[in-house]
């Protein structure tokens, strides 16, 4: 079982330069979302999708962008990458059954110089 | 704006050993809350949900609380084994939608 995969799992980046974060699901979720994680802050929320073809910003979206493909995809996209934005990136996706319940990819631990 | 807070920050303790993490919250109309483990490199695994209305709930040596009033979840790790090293970290809900994490506590245990 794949359950939610990233890519890449690294990435190192010039400042100003651009780049989009993959993430898909097997899993059939209708929610997905984009997380980021700095040292000793935990994981702050940027975007999320609670369905296809809707997206809404979370606690820290400026500098980034989403596009909902289809159910099972999810990218994140970085127009003109800042230092500010070096990062892990983690995606996840949750299902509509209640149990509230957030399955997670491996993340993407991004560099930007 | 909901703040989760994570003590300690980081923890050594030597294998056997019964310890407590602990979790608190500035808010406390929340919809659930979560505990995950996330090992060095990798993404967040879900061990335990306890719902508002809950005051517990337990998965093998693994037993979080919740008390909704004080703003505080414990979990409580029996019989600490080296395999338990990991990071662990809080996260509330509101509205069953957005996750709002702690910033963790890193765990150590000596074999």
């Known amino acids: 079982n794949a359950g939610v995969t990233q890519t890449p799992k690294f990435q190192v980046l010039k400042t100003g330069q651009s780049m989009t974060l993959q993430c898909a699901q097997d899993m059939n979720h209708n929610s997905m979302y984009w997380y980021r994680q700095d040292p000793g802050m935990g994981l702050r929320l940027i975007y999320y999708?609670?369905?296809?073809?809707?997206?809404d910003k979370g606690e820290v979206p400026n500098g980034y962008n989403v596009s909902r493909l289809n159910k099972r995809e999810f990218s994140l996209r970085l127009e003109s990458a800042a230092p500010s934005q070096t990062s892990v990136y983690f995606c996840a996706s949750k299902n509509r059954d209640g149990k509230n319940i957030q399955y997670f990819g491996a993340g993407t631990r991004l560099s930007v110089l | 704006k909901q703040e989760v807070t994570q003590i300690p920050a980081a923890l050594s303790v030597p294998e056997g050993e019964n310890l407590v993490l602990n979790c608190s919250f500035t808010d406390s109309a929340i919809y659930n809350l979560q505990w995950f483990r996330q090992d060095p490199g990798k993404g967040l695994t879900s061990l335990l949900l306890?719902?508002?209305?809950?005051r517990e709930q337990t998965s093998g040596r693994l037993n979080a609380s919740l008390d909704k009033s004080s703003g505080r979840s414990t979990l409580y790790i029996a019989a600490s084994q080296p395999g338990d090293s990991a990071t662990y970290l809080c996260a509330v809900s509101y509205a069953g939608n957005m996750l709002t994490f702690g910033g963790g506590t890193r765990l150590m245990v000596k074999p």
């Open positions: 999708s609670a369905s296809e073809g809707t997206t």
């Open positions: 306890i719902q508002s209305s809950q």
